[in-house]
């Protein structure tokens, strides 16, 4: 690392608000990890207590100051650091960094920004140079207009034709966005936008095409790799925050995968990102056809789950790059002796689910739209889909257990309720199915792609066939244990139960199948399927490899190995 740096001003984001605050804590916290590991004197700006970043030991100097253009100079006065971060505090930390560049101040002050220079930020924020430099090397981009009055916005929707999505630009979780058809939505939705934004975008809708991401990291030597590739389950109409992701990808073709990867490092490399960026397309679900939907020139959620989902910490080599570091230089913090120069290949999938708190709030929209209205979300990993998606739904604290075998979802228009998604979407899914609902109808109503509904459908068809064994709550009541094991030892029992474990079923789903809820408590129904399943040697693979290991001690590492 060719620098002189000794102390480093790093932005956090703002206040506790949907889109922003502790969704960048990790980002943040492994940024500082990495000067920590350099020994460069780390100063923070964050007005969240409750974060890793701003724990005792993390920072070497941290100001629980709002990060805006006012507080952020005065701390610059004070410490006089070498350089600054702006990457790592999502929008408000990039807006801040943007105005105080425009202000003067890093000039005034001396102070390096590191890693990716402010005009490729700026050329990624502002629409009209975005999709100039995007025009530059032939990438395709969303037909769209840059306005600054609601005079402007008319003009523009009625020379694309509805119809139409409003952005405000530099606006973070989608605030101020929304989808119109007529010119009294337009008006009411600019009106909103203007209040968020003093440029609004207006642009072509595409929605019910796929929604893709690629998360790219570049160094000053022009080295790209591409980290992660992610689906959202939904299709384009609904931010991404609010719909279930799902890494890697799974219904692009070939070459659709590797026609967006080329893409995406084309942009990096013309923008000049020096670090990580996260680049978002549209994708025609009927062809190759795509357009670049934005580049965010910073960390991002998304950039977060592919740090989890991958084990490749993006936070932490975008810090380092931004020092001066190639990717050769790093190692790999798995491997700790190949270099951080490669891409993680996954032979599992992880799947996101955003939570909503919407029911404690009365009179507030269930609908789910391009501004966020989500406060958090769960990851979860699995073999398969379906075992990734039954564990991320038992764990949004919805009271659900899984895709199946939960309480009664009151619905009053199924179809209607696939139409306009909510936060409940995903079950009103798991009705339809059950009521008879075909794939394909379900598809015509949500755009959901095809092969995530054949998944879903899937899960339904092995609880239908759990179903078919309800006799087991009265067995269980009347039969002798042995006669009971006799039973439950038979080939199409132990298959489908087996089965119904390898594709995310709990216990708890599987007992509730079963009816055993009729004669004792749910909580004990599920402890009585468990102790089946054990004597019946349906286990973890986990388990049995800790059972193998011990039976050959001198295969263990072999074993383990196999396994991951």
Not at 85 to 113: H, I, P, W
Not at 371 to 384: C, F, L, N, P
Not at 489 to 509: H, N, V, W
Request: with cysteine; charged share 25%; hydrophobic share 40%.
């Amino acid at each position: 690392m060719e620098t002189k740096i000794q102390k480093v001003l790093l932005l956090g984001s703002g206040a506790l608000k949907i889109g922003q605050a502790g969704e960048f804590d990790y980002s943040g916290a492994q940024a500082l990890k990495a000067l920590k590991e350099e020994g460069i004197h780390s100063v923070l700006i964050n007005p969240n207590i409750a974060t890793v970043q701003t724990s005792r030991g993390v920072a070497d100097t941290v100001y629980f100051q709002p990060v805006t253009p006012e507080f952020v100079e005065r701390v610059i006065e004070k410490e006089r650091p070498d350089g600054i971060m702006l990457s790592f505090g999502g929008q408000t930390a990039l807006n801040c960094g943007v105005e105080l560049y425009q202000r003067g101040v890093f000039e005034k002050y001396g102070v390096q920004v590191l890693g990716t220079p402010v005009q490729s930020i700026i050329d990624t924020e502002d629409r009209d140079l975005f999709v100039q430099r995007l025009d530059e090397i032939g990438v395709k981009t969303i037909r769209s207009h840059a306005c600054q009055s609601v005079a402007e916005v008319r003009r523009a929707a009625h020379e694309l034709g509805f119809p139409v999505i409003l952005r405000a630009a530099y606006a973070l979780g989608g605030l101020g966005s929304g989808f119109c058809d007529d010119d009294a939505e337009l008006d009411r939705q600019a009106e909103e936008a203007f209040s968020f934004s003093p440029q609004v975008l207006v642009e072509k809708s595409l929605r019910g095409w796929k929604e893709i991401e690629y998360e790219v990291v570049r160094d000053r030597y022009d080295n790209c790799i591409t980290v992660c590739n992610m689906e959202n389950l939904d299709p384009l109409g609904i931010h991404t925050g609010e719909s279930i992701v799902v890494a890697p990808s799974q219904t692009l073709t070939n070459a659709e995968y590797h026609k967006l990867r080329a893409v995406a490092i084309k942009i990096i490399r013309h923008v000049g990102i020096v670090g990580e960026c996260n680049v978002q397309y549209a994708l025609d679900p009927e062809s190759e056809d795509y357009r670049v939907i934005e580049v965010n020139a910073r960390l991002s959620r998304s950039s977060a789950l592919a740090s989890k989902a991958t084990g490749y910490p993006l936070a932490f080599v975008a810090a380092k790059l931004a020092l001066g570091y190639g990717l050769f230089e790093l190692n790999n913090t798995v491997t700790r002796t190949t270099s951080a120069f490669f891409e993680p290949a996954l032979d599992y999938i992880v799947v996101k689910i955003p939570r909503w708190d919407l029911s404690k709030f009365h009179g507030v929209s269930h609908q789910l739209g391009s501004s966020m209205k989500s406060v958090g979300e769960v990851m979860a990993i699995g073999r398969t889909f379906e075992e990734a998606i039954q564990k991320g739904l038992r764990m949004i604290g919805q009271g659900m257990h899984g895709f199946v075998d939960n309480k009664q979802l009151r619905v009053s228009d199924v179809a209607d309720a696939l139409s306009h998604a909510t936060d409940m979407r995903i079950f009103v899914v798991a009705k339809a199915l059950t009521m008879g609902y075909t794939v394909e109808q379900i598809h015509e109503l949500t755009k959901i792609d095809r092969w995530f509904l054949h998944k879903l459908r899937h899960i339904v068809n092995i609880d239908e066939r759990l179903h078919e064994f309800r006799q087991l709550a009265d067995l269980a009541a009347c039969m002798e244990p042995m006669e009971l094991m006799e039973y439950l030892e038979a080939p199409e029992f132990t298959d489908l139960l087996r089965e119904a474990k390898t594709y995310g079923f709990s216990d708890f789903q599987i007992a509730r199948a079963f009816g055993l809820g009729s004669q004792m408590s749910m909580e004990q129904a599920g402890l009585t399927v468990r102790q089946w399943r054990k004597e019946l040697g349906i286990l973890p693979i986990v388990n049995q490899i800790d059972t193998l290991a011990a039976e050959y001690p001198a295969q263990t590492n072999y074993l383990y190995l196999s396994y991951l």
